[in-house]
């Protein structure tokens, strides 16, 4: 059983940047997907940054060249660093994990949320104009 749990939000002001961290634990695979995803009151769940095992990424057109996602194997943690942040990003941010993963984000391949079967509790994002 996968365990992940998320940190690093706060409010910050449009402009703005900061890091979310997701710290794993539990894996029983090497082969492993990990995501970020985000709701915000009244919507649906959407995705925002997922990493293959291969450490290919793949982001959505909303969040392309302002957030990057990244991980440390060594420390177990996923990352997503948030710069230029913007009111619509205020959501609560979610980390999400799958293993075994097999699906290769070099294929244009693209995640949602059904792929994945781990998630943490959740941290808040909000960004104020």
């Known amino acids: 059983q996968v365990h992940l749990a998320e940190s690093g939000g706060g409010s910050v002001q449009s402009g703005g940047s900061l890091r979310l961290s997701c710290a794993a634990s539990?894996?029983?695979?090497?082969?492993?997907?990990m995501g970020w995803f985000r709701q915000a009151p009244g919507k649906e769940r959407e995705r925002v940054a997922a990493?293959?095992?291969?450490?290919?990424?793949r982001y959505v057109d909303s969040v392309k060249g302002r957030f990057t996602i990244s991980q440390d194997n060594a420390k177990n943690t996923l990352y997503l660093q948030m710069n230029s942040l913007k009111p619509a990003d205020t959501a609560m941010y979610y980390c999400?994990?799958?293993?075994?993963?097999?699906?290769?984000?070099?294929?244009?391949?693209?995640?949602?949320?059904?792929?994945?079967?781990?998630w943490g509790q959740g941290t808040q994002v909000t960004v104020s104009s």
């Open positions: 990493i293959d095992s291969d450490s290919t990424t």
């Open positions: 539990g894996w029983t695979f090497s082969t492993r997907c």
């Open positions: 999400a994990a799958d293993e075994p993963c097999f699906v290769s984000y070099s294929s244009g391949y693209l995640f949602s949320p059904a792929d994945f079967e781990y």
